[in-house]
Nanobody
C-alpha cells in the first residue's frame, strides 16, 4: 500500500486548468515537506513544486512559476496542485512525494496523468 495517492489528472486544452490532489492514508502530510514531480514520456522525473512541513513555505520550478500553486489542507491530509494556463509542455505523469525526493525507486505511487492537448 503506497503512502501517496495522486488524483485529479486528465485531458485539458492549452490554457485550461486542473487541480491535482495528493492524499496519504498512513502519514500526516503536515509533518513533512511534500512536493509535486512530473515525468514526461521518455524523460526523467522533474521537480515541479514543494511545500514545507513547517510554515508551509512554497517554491516552484521556473517553468511553472506564476501558473501553479501548491497548497495543503491538514484537516483533509491532502496536498493540492492548482495548475492554470496549462501548455503542452506540462504534459506528463504527476507524482507527489517527500521533498526532497526519495532515492528508493519503489517509494513512488501510481501518479496521475496530465495531458495538455488541442
Amino acid at each position: 500500500q503506497v503512502e501517496f495517492v495522486e488524483s485529479g489528472g486528465g485531458l485539458v486544452q492549452p490554457g485550461g486548468s486542473l487541480r491535482l490532489s495528493c492524499a496519504a492514508s498512513s502519514i500526516r502530510l503536515s509533518q513533512y515537506s511534500v512536493a509535486w514531480y512530473r515525468q514526461a514520456p521518455g524523460k526523467e522525473v522533474d521537480w515541479v513544486a514543494g511545500i514545507t512541513g513547517r510554515g508551509s513555505t512554497t517554491d516552484y520550478a521556473d517553468s511553472v512559476k506564476g501558473r501553479f500553486t501548491i497548497s495543503r489542507d491538514a484537516a483533509r491530509n491532502t496536498v493540492y496542485l492548482q495548475m492554470n494556463t496549462l501548455s503542452p509542455e506540462d504534459t506528463g505523469v504527476y507524482y507527489c512525494n517527500y521533498w526532497p525526493a526519495p532515492g528508493d525507486r519503489n517509494a513512488w505511487g501510481q501518479g496521475t496523468q496530465v495531458t495538455v492537448s488541442s
